[in-house]
């Protein structure tokens, strides 16, 4: 996709956690983001757990944001309110692409549970669940 991924995205540099939203549909999305040894959040040549966390979360505002840009809307803030059966199979590297899968599994008014994978180098990295408040 070639939308600028701030126009998505409330967040700004340096904490803008993810390259580019690759695709997405209707309840779903994949983006992706390389981080080299000097990016926030790295050490010593990997990337960090709550990092990992966070590229799952920038994702799902990704999501959202594409989807209010669709209807001319700008990106609204949300909150992550909530972290579930989170799970770290492998440790991320630096220098290789992480790929980020999010799928929005409920909509309760306000709220999203959305689940997504982290694979990187075709081996499942984490996985989880994920609450959020959006304020549309």
């Known amino acids: 996709m070639d939308t600028n ?13 993810i390259d580019e939203l690759f695709s997405f549909d209707q309840d779903s999305a994949v983006a992706v983001k390389c981080f080299d040894d000097n990016s926030y959040g790295t050490l010593n040549g990997f990337v960090t757990q709550p990092l990992l ?10 999501f959202h944001g594409k989807h209010r840009q669709q209807h001319g809307m700008e990106p609204s803030l ?15 590297k630096t220098q290789h692409r992480l790929e ?5 599994d409920k909509v309760l008014g306000q ?14 990295i984490a996985k989880g669940e994920m ?3 959006i304020n549309d």
Request: avoid cysteine; hydrophobic fraction near 55%; proline fraction near 3%.
């Open 5 to 17: 991924i701030e126009q998505l995205l409330p967040h700004r540099f340096p904490m803008v956690m």
């Open 53 to 62: 966390v966070e590229v799952m979360a920038q994702t799902v505002a990704a």
């Open 78 to 92: 949300g909150l992550l309110v909530g972290v579930n059966s989170f799970e770290f199979m492998e440790s991320a």
């Open 100 to 104: 980020i899968s999010i799928r929005i």
């Open 111 to 124: 709220f999203r549970i959305a689940s997504g994978t982290i694979h990187q180098l075709d081996k499942l």
């Open 131 to 133: 609450k959020f408040y």
